[in-house]
């Protein structure tokens, strides 16, 4: 039943390394986002992508790159690894994510991403 | 900018006591008001939202209070149980509508 997920589930790395997370939602929502949860569980938003345009937290370095091959898949890829990098990355969903947008959002499971 | 503050950082009540959240918005045309759970190692999962065209919304023992005039809203939990210890955020739209902003979350420990 797992309506949104991710892998891999933890991912330890050093730095300087690149490293790819993968998102996949069956839902059939139009809409995907990536947030990162940092140490005092701060949930902040990275991107948030459709079909149509790709919104970029303007805080968010250019190491980080969403890519989507398919409506179902948003893949994180993050380049030149550094460790304030470490932190859970969580995936999530949406069936519309427009400006009166009222429609829940789900989260897959979250990636422990450890940069050494 | 877009700011959702939310009070307290953590809560301590004892089981069978109602435990107030509370979360201010600004900057914010959303029109739609989350709140998700997140047990410890879990992924969030929404408990209750609420959509700016009613004051309030009940499910069991949560609820619910909007005031869109003041920008604020509530969650408040009735006869609170040991399981409802998690981090509760709220979330509201950024102005552009695209993203969700959350609070910073509440750590509710219930004891018995």
């Known amino acids: 039943d797992t309506a949104v997920s991710q892998t891999p589930k933890y991912l330890v790395t050093q730095m300087g390394n690149d490293k790819s997370i993968k998102c996949e939602q069956n839902l059939g929502h139009d809409t995907m986002y990536w947030y990162k949860q940092d140490s005092k569980k701060f949930l902040k938003i990275m991107f948030s992508y459709n079909n149509k345009e790709l919104i970029i937290n303007e805080t968010v370095p250019n190491r980080f790159s969403p890519k989507s091959p398919d409506k179902a898949h948003l893949n994180l890829h993050i380049n030149s690894l550094e460790l304030g990098d470490s932190a859970v990355y969580f995936c999530?969903?949406?069936?519309?994510?427009?400006?009166?947008?009222?429609?829940?959002?789900?989260f897959g499971p979250g990636t422990r991403l450890t940069v050494l | 900018g877009e700011n959702v503050e939310q009070h307290p950082s953590t809560l301590s009540v004892q089981e069978g006591d109602s435990a107030v959240i509370k979360c201010t918005y600004s900057?914010?045309?959303?029109?739609?008001f989350p709140w998700y759970k997140q047990e410890l190692g879990k992924r969030p999962q929404l408990i209750i939202d609420i959509r700016s065209n009613v004051g309030e919304k009940k499910d069991q023992r949560i609820a619910v209070t909007l005031n869109k005039t003041a920008k604020h809203f509530s969650l408040h939990i009735t006869e609170t149980q040991p399981e409802d210890s998690a981090v509760y955020f709220c979330?509201?739209?950024?102005?552009?509508?695209?993203?969700?902003?959350f609070g910073k979350g509440t750590t509710l420990s219930v004891s018995s």
């Open positions: 900057d914010s045309a959303s029109n739609y």
């Open positions: 979330a509201a739209f950024n102005q552009a509508g695209t993203a969700l902003i």
């Open positions: 999530a969903s949406s069936q519309d994510g427009g400006a009166t947008s009222t429609d829940t959002q789900y």
